[in-house]
C-alpha cells in the first residue's frame, strides 16, 4: 500500500494511512452487500455531472422512507384516551339503566286511557265496557270510507287472488299491476303526470324531504308542520330555515334574507325548497297556498306540500289543496299525501312531473326499503278514490256536518272556556282543534302557580274525553311527542266529523261535546 | 278566499330549547360554534353509518377478514395497486410508441399525465358519485376520504410511492436538461404536497373550497 502522503499533501502520515485503509474497507464492505453493484451504478449514471440533481433525488428518498415508516393516525381524532385503570374504575362504577324505564304520571295516563274498540272500526264502534256503541269522532274516517262494503267486497276478492303481503320492497318485485293502477289513478285524480305510492303513511314525507334535499341545500319550513315533516327536514341535514306558522309576510323576510345572504357572502346555487303543510294537523287551519306558490316563483324554490289531512276532503272534488284553490295541480312541485286519513286504507303517495317520480324510485329510502302495500290495500285505495270521484254527496255532506260542528262549538257558553283551531263557521276542514282558553287557564290558577303545568291541562282534557264517552261519544286527546315537537303545540282534543253520521248524529255528538266541556271545565280545580 | 286563521296571533312564541343545536333557527349567516360542532358531529355520524363504496374499492379492506388468510392478503393488493401500476406501464408504453420521440420527452408525459390524473381523482374531485348518505362527504377529496381519513395507511404509502418511484425512474434513464427536469419535479412536488397529513382538509387560497352552510 502505498503512502498517501503522495496524494494528499499531510504532515501526519499515519493518520492517514489508517482512515485510508478504512475507507477502502467500507468500500470492499459495500460492495461484498448483494445488490450493491446495482446502487453504485444507478448512482453513476444518475449523477450525470450534476451533484444538485442527486441532492434533490436524495431528499425525496429520505422522504420516501420518513413516509413509509411513520405510524398511522387519525386527524382530529377526539376520541377520548382512557388508562386501563380509568376503563376499570368506570366498569365498576357503571350501574345499568332499566330495560324499561319507570312510567311517568303521563305514560301512566295514556296507558290508562288508551282507548280499546272491539269489533270493527267504523262511525259507530264498540268501545272498551261501554255498553252502546259510540259515535267515533276521533278517527280521520272523514268520508265514511272506512266501512263501506263496496270496499270491503273489494279487498275480499283482491286478497283471494293476490293473497295477503307483497313479499318485496317496489324494486324487488314488490310491485304488481294493482300497484302500478293507484299510482296512475291518485296521479289522475289530482291532475299530475305521475305518482308514487310508499307503504307508510308517516315514512312518505320523511322520505320525500330528504330523497332530494342534501347537505347544503336550503329548506324553508313552516314552524307549524307536523312531526313526519320535521323528521323528514331534520334528517336531510340541509340547511333550515322556519318561519312563523302561516305567515307569509315572515315567509317573504325568509327568503329575502337568504337571496342578501347568498349576494353577500357569493354562495354556491343550491337545491332550494319550501316545506309545509296543507291543512295543519296540528293546527286544523290551511296554508295559504296561492301566496306561497307567487313567493316560490318570485325567489325561485321548489314546493313540497303535505296533504296527508286535506286529500280526499278539501275542494270541490276533494282533490286537496290545490283543488280547494283552484290552481293546477302542476303549480306544486310535490304533493304528498296519506292514504291513510280520508281514503281509510295505508301507505302515502307523493305526486308530481315524471323527473320527481322518477328521482324517488331509487332515492326515496322508504320505498326502496320497505315492503310495497299489500295488494287488496291498494285495490281499497283504488275503489276509494272511484267512490269519491263519483259521490259528490260525500264531500257536501261532510262540510254540512263540519259546519254544524263549528257552529254548535262556537257557542257562547264555551266562549270563555275554550279555543276553536280553526274557527271560521264555514272553514272546509273536517276537523278541529279544542284548546282551553288562556285566560281560563290562568284564572283557575293556584297560589304561586305562575302557568300550569301541561300534565294538569293533559289531565282536564282527558276528563272531557271521559266524559263525552259517558254521553256516548268518542273523542280523543291530540297526542305530541313533547320533548322532540320543534314547536309542541298545547294539549288539545281533536275533533273529527264524518260523514257516514246523519246530521242529527252529529248534532248530538256536538252537543255531547260541548255539555261535556261546560261540566268538566266548571268543576275543574275547584 | 283565505282560510288563514288567526292562530298565528295568538299562540306563543316557540321554544326551541330541545332543539337549538339541530336546527339552525337563527336566521343570521354567522353559524355558531356550537352549531358547528354538531355538523361535524352529523357529519361523521352519517359518514360511519355506512360503508363509502368511493374510498374501499382502494384497499378492499374487507377480503381481510375471510378465514383464509394467505389468499385474502393477495387479493387484497390485486385491486387499486395493481391497477395503478398497470396503467403506469400502459402509459409510457403509448407514450413511447409515438415515432420520433426521445426518451426524455415520454417520459415527462409519462410523469405529467400519472401526476395530472391522480391529482384531479384524488385531490381535486370531491365528495361521492352514487349519493346515498344525505351528502355526507361533501367537500371531502377521495384522498380525505381514504380508509376514514386516517394518515399513513398501506394504501396512502402504496400512493405517495408511486410517484416517486417514478420520477427517480424517469431521471435514471434520461438525460433531462434543466427544464424538463423542473417540470417532472414541480410536478411530483404538488402531488406529494398534497398527500400530506398537513393538508388534510386544507384548501390552498380557497382554491375549490366547498362551502356547506
Given amino acids: 500500500m502505498n503512502p498517501p502522503s503522495s496524494i494528499l499533501p499531510s504532515t501526519d502520515g499515519d493518520d492517514l494511512a489508517i482512515l485510508n485503509t478504512t475507507f477502502v474497507a467500507i468500500s470492499e464492505f459495500i460492495l461484498s452487500i448483494p445488490g450493491s ?8 449514471t444518475s449523477y450525470q455531472d450534476d451533484p444538485f440533481r442527486v441532492v434533490l433525488e436524495l431528499i425525496l428518498v429520505f422522504f420516501a422512507i420518513q413516509y413509509m415508516s411513520a405510524k398511522k393516525y387519525k386527524i382530529d381524532d377526539n376520541a377520548v384516551k382512557l388508562t386501563s385503570k380509568e376503563i376499570d374504575e368506570l366498569v365498576t362504577e357503571w350501574t345499568p339503566e332499566p330495560l324499561v324505564p319507570p312510567l311517568s304520571d303521563q305514560d301512566r295516563l295514556d296507558l290508562e286511557k288508551s282507548t280499546l274498540i272491539t269489533g270493527a272500526q267504523g262511525p259507530k264502534p264498540r268501545v272498551g265496557s261501554n255498553q252502546k256503541p259510540l259515535l267515533n269522532l276521533a278517527s280521520a274516517n272523514y268520508l265514511g270510507l272506512c266501512s263501506s262494503d263496496r270496499i270491503k267486497e273489494k279487498a275480499v276478492q283482491t286478497l283471494r287472488e293476490y293473497g295477503v303481503g307483497s313479499c318485496g320492497p317496489p324494486g324487488f318485485y314488490g310491485t304488481i299491476d294493482v300497484h302500478m293502477d293507484l299510482e296512475r289513478n291518485i296521479a289522475q285524480f289530482l291532475g299530475v303526470e305521475e305518482a308514487i305510492i310508499y307503504a307508510q303513511g308517516f315514512s312518505t314525507i320523511s322520505s320525500v324531504v330528504p330523497a332530494f334535499a342534501k347537505r347544503g341545500d336550503v329548506i324553508v319550513v313552516d314552524d307549524g308542520v307536523n312531526f313526519a315533516i320535521q323528521k323528514g327536514v331534520f334528517i336531510s341535514r340541509s340547511n333550515v330555515r322556519w318561519f312563523k306558522h302561516n ?165 257562547r257558553s264555551l266562549t270563555p272556556l275554550i279555543d276553536l283551531y280553526a274557527p271560521e263557521p264555514d272553514h272546509p276542514a273536517p276537523f278541529l282543534h279544542i284548546r282551553a282558553r288562556e285566560t281560563f287557564l290562568a284564572s283557575r290558577l293556584r297560589d304561586g302557580e305562575r302557568a300550569v303545568p301541561r300534565e294538569d291541562e293533559e289531565r282536564l282534557w282527558q276528563e272531557v274525553v271521559d266524559e263525552c264517552a259517558n254521553q256516548g261519544v268518542m273523542i280523543t286527546r291530540a297526542k305530541y311527542v313533547v320533548k322532540q315537537e320543534v314547536n309542541c303545540p298545547r294539549p288539545s282534543v281533536r275533533v273529527c266529523v264524518s260523514a257516514a253520521h246523519t246530521r242529527k248524529e252529529c248534532e248530538k255528538a256536538a252537543g255531547a261535546v260541548k255539555s261535556a266541556i261546560v261540566k268538566v271545565f266548571g268543576r275543574w280545580r275547584k | ?118 391529482f384531479i381523482m384524488f385531490h381535486w374531485v370531491q365528495g361521492i358519485p352514487f349519493e346515498n348518505n344525505q351528502g355526507a362527504y361533501d367537500g371531502l377529496t377521495l384522498w380525505e376520504q381514504i380508509d376514514g381519513g386516517i394518515q399513513f395507511t398501506a394504501t396512502r404509502k402504496f400512493l405517495t410511492a408511486v410517484p416517486i418511484v417514478l420520477f427517480l425512474l424517469s431521471t435514471h434513464y434520461t438525460h433531462y436538461d434543466f427544464i424538463t427536469f423542473g417540470i417532472n419535479f414541480t410536478a411530483l412536488v404538488v402531488v406529494l404536497v398534497a398527500k400530506l397529513p398537513l393538508m388534510h382538509r386544507v384548501r390552498v387560497f380557497g382554491i375549490n373550497k366547498f362551502d356547506m352552510d
Fill in chain 1, 37 to 44: 453493484a446495482g446502487v453504485l451504478r444507478y448512482i453513476k
Fill in chain 2, 1 to 118: 278566499m283565505t282560510y288563514n286563521s288567526n292562530y298565528t296571533s295568538t299562540h306563543s312564541p316557540p321554544s326551541y330549547s330541545h332543539y337549538t343545536s339541530q336546527y339552525n333557527h337563527q336566521m343570521s349567516s354567522i353559524v355558531t360554534d356550537e352549531e358547528h360542532k354538531t355538523q361535524i358531529y352529523n357529519q361523521s355520524l352519517d359518514q360511519s353509518s355506512m360503508v363509502n363504496l368511493n374510498s374501499s374499492w382502494v384497499n378492499y379492506k374487507d377480503f381481510q377478514d375471510t378465514s383464509c388468510s394467505t389468499a385474502a392478503n393477495t387479493r387484497r393488493f390485486t385491486g387499486a395497486w395493481v391497477t395503478t401500476l398497470f396503467l403506469i406501464v400502459c402509459l409510457k408504453m403509448f407514450f413511447s410508441i409515438i415515432p420520433g420521440i426521445s426518451p426524455e420527452a415520454s417520459w415527462t408525459l409519462t410523469n405529467l399525465s400519472f401526476n395530472f390524473g391522480s
Fill in chain 1, 247 to 411: 305567515d307569509v309576510n315572515d315567509l317573504e323576510r325568509v327568503l329575502e334574507d337568504i337571496r342578501v345572504e347568498d349576494l353577500v357572502l357569493k354562495k354556491r346555487l343550491t337545491r332550494r325548497f319550501i316545506v309545509t303543510e296543507g291543512l295543519f294537523q296540528n293546527h286544523g287551519d290551511i296554508a295559504p297556498l296561492p301566496k306561497i306558490i307567487e313567493l316560490k316563483r318570485k325567489y325561485k324554490y321548489r314546493l313540497i306540500l303535505d296533504e296527508s289531512q286535506s286529500f280526499g276532503v278539501l275542494g270541490r272534488r276533494g282533490a286537496g289543496l290545490t283543488d280547494l284553490f283552484d290552481i293546477p295541480a302542476q303549480e306544486v312541485d310535490m304533493i304528498v299525501g296519506s292514504m291513510a286519513t280520508s281514503l281509510c286504507s295505508a301507505g302515502g303517495f307523493c305526486a308530481g312531473s315524471h323527473e320527481i317520480v322518477d328521482h324517488q324510485r331509487l332515492s326515496g329510502s322508504a320505498y326502496c326499503f320497505s315492503a310495497s302495500i299489500p295488494a287488496m290495500l291498494a285495490v281499497s285505495t283504488s275503489e276509494a278514490l272511484a267512490i269519491l270521484s263519483s259521490t259528490p254527496t260525500l264531500l257536501t255532506d261532510l262540510h254540512d256536518r263540519a259546519r254544524l260542528l263549528r257552529s254548535i262549538l262556537a257557542h
